[in-house]
């Protein structure tokens, strides 16, 4: 694994020994980033079900003002935190070590992109996406990687507005619903 553009281009990325993490493929991520174009640039970011940090280092490296990354297993958030100094990030983010639906991440405004890369097998997706519905800033963008077989119900919070296929993955595009009356989530 590597970062695909940016000025941290070409740095490999540490990547698991254990089980239970399933890493963004290169490709599908450049697929993403590629899609985000300019709309990374001082963006305000939450990488949720973080992994490897490879997505949200990417925003980082493509102009992301802060990215937010949640990851619940320890060990996966200790090696979030040897990429971001394997590619010398000294500030610009922070570390959320706990579980997507309650850990306590917000930000003034909402985030302006939610990236999450949940496990394919999750059974409360609904629910993740409300949770992240109300963390999205009013003209933010939520994308959510998942199996193609496996389309997710929409909240009434959100609006699919773009689904793209690459192999047995699916980048699944929101933004927040025109009727949704809850303000972001702030700190």
Not at 61 to 87: K, P
Not at 146 to 162: G, K, N, S, Y
Request: hydrophobic fraction near 40%.
């Amino acid at each position: 694994m590597r970062v695909i553009a940016g000025r941290f281009k070409g740095r490999r990325l540490k990547t698991p020994t254990w089980d239970g993490v399933r890493p963004t493929s290169d490709k599908l991520r450049e697929t993403l980033f590629n899609i985000l174009g300019s709309r990374v640039v001082g963006a305000r970011v939450l990488d949720g079900y973080a992994g490897t940090g490879a997505i949200g280092l990417e925003a980082i490296s493509r102009g992301a003002a802060h990215v937010t990354f949640v990851e619940r297993d320890r060990r996966t958030a200790a090696l979030i935190e040897e990429n971001l100094t394997m590619c010398g990030v000294e500030e610009g983010y922070t570390i959320a070590c706990g579980d997507f639906l309650t850990s306590r991440v917000a930000v003034a405004g909402g985030f302006d992109l939610i990236l999450l890369d949940p496990p394919y097998d999750i059974g409360n997706i609904d629910r993740v996406l409300d949770r992240a519905a109300g963390l999205l800033a009013t003209d933010g963008l939520l994308v959510l990687e998942r199996a193609t077989r496996q389309a997710p119900d929409v909240p009434a919070t959100l609006e699919r507005i773009r689904d793209v296929k690459s192999g047995d993955s699916t980048l699944t595009m929101f933004i927040r619903s025109r009727g949704a009356s809850h303000p972001p989530e702030t700190l």
